[in-house]
T-cell receptor
Framework: GAVVSQHPSRVICKSGTSVKIECRSL??????MFWYRQFPKQSLMLMAT?????????EQGVEKDKFLINHASLTLSTLTVTSAHPEDSSFYIC???????FGQGTRLTVV | GEDVEQSLFLSVREGDSSVINCTYT??????LYWYKQEPGAGLQLLTY?????DMKQDQRLTVLLNKKDKHLSLRIADTQTGDSAIYFC??????????FGAGTRLFVKA
């Protein structure tokens, strides 16, 4: 079964609203989780590294205030897309346990 | 900068072997990975190889690594229609970042 669970798998929201995506490690504790963004027919781009109990590390060009990451426990990291706009529409994927385990992904559509 | 490149598309007949190629730039990479992504899903780690190895076999999958040329390949023997997916090559760089290629879309014809 899946060892990293991501929820929701699909979400549609209105411009200006915020959306929260959850990433859970089911069978292990993860002090570090990764958040990626994938554009159609393109590779995964690392957005940030989520660290349990401390601030996330963001990649260059990723707005910290736009993409809020919280890693409050050893099994849960959340990504909140704040004040979403249509250009934020994308496929967001989390991973934990190094490069071994990925969530199912979340398709975000902002209308 | 660090980069991973792979061809975007491969079409094979069912039962044939598929070979997906990848090149990378970081000579100090530690691990190299192959992932499979089916439509609308996350990535599934298929196999990986440590940078001091030149070959790894796992059932129908064979990974070849030419470190000198920074070339990685994934061979799928007896390709089935269920193998149709996007395959991503990735490297863990010396700076411990994981860089992904753009993915190769494998289409298997029955």
């Amino acid at each position: 079964g899946a060892v990293v669970s991501q929820h929701p798998s699909r979400v549609i929201c209105k411009s200006g609203t915020s959306v929260k995506i959850e990433c859970r490690s089911l069978d292990f504790q993860a002090t570090t989780m990764f958040w990626y963004r994938q554009f159609p027919k393109q590779s995964l781009m690392l957005m940030a590294t989520s660290n349990e109990g401390s601030k996330a590390t963001y990649e260059q060009g990723v707005e910290k205030d736009k993409f809020l990451i919280n890693h409050a426990s050893l099994t849960l990291s959340t990504l909140t897309v704040t004040s979403a706009h249509p250009e934020d529409s994308s496929f967001y994927i989390c991973s934990a346990g190094g490069e071994a385990f990925f969530g199912q992904g979340t398709r975000l559509t902002v209308v | 900068g660090e980069d991973v490149e792979q061809s975007l598309f491969l079409s094979v007949r069912e039962g044939d072997s598929s070979v997906i190629n990848c090149t990378y730039t970081d000579s100090s990479s530690t691990y190299l990975y192959w992932y499979k992504q089916e439509p609308g899903a996350g990535l599934q780690l298929l196999t990986y190889i440590f940078s001091n190895m030149d070959m790894k076999q796992d059932q129908r999958l064979t990974v070849l690594l030419n470190k000198k040329d920074k070339h990685l390949s994934l061979r799928i023997a007896d390709t089935q229609t269920g193998d149709s997916a996007i395959y991503f090559c990735a490297e863990k760089t010396g700076g411990f970042k994981t860089i992904f290629g753009a993915g190769t879309r494998l289409f298997v014809k029955a």
